[in-house]
């Protein structure tokens, strides 16, 4: 299965948020959407970094809330994995596994064009088990 197939069913539209904001912003949009990560893009929709709970979590531990009153951009990942829609779902799990994070952003034609999250991934992969186990009974009804 490709990542094309996961974002048709969820859609493409992913929650954002520029460099400037400040980190106590990012929070609030994190915990109103009930999402783990943003992408922080430029005007022109070109990814600049990532945030997740874990960088907020490690800035807060060691700046105390003082962090909160950051632009994300001090904050933020600004080397960040992407993939694209043809790659297939195990691909990008084997991103996620090789550098230990759960969201992967992907990208068309230079631009944010939807995320896939560990979530995602493991969704797949059940429906997928399920399947498997469905045809192996079917199989085994009709020997
Ligand atoms: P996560 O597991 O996604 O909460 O992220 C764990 C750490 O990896 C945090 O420091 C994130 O900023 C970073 N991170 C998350 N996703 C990516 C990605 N696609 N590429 C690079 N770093 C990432």
Redesign the pocket.
Known sequence: MTVAAILNEKGREVITERGGALLLQVCQTLGTNKI??MVIVDAKGHIEG??????IVKAIGREGPDALNQPVSQI??K????CTEEETVNQVMQKMSS???????VVKDKKLNGLISIGDVVKHRIAQVEMEAEHMRTYIAMT
């Open positions: 783990g990560a990532i945030i997740s709970e874990r960088d933020m990942t080397s960040v994995v992407t550098g230990r994070f759960r969201h992967v952003p």
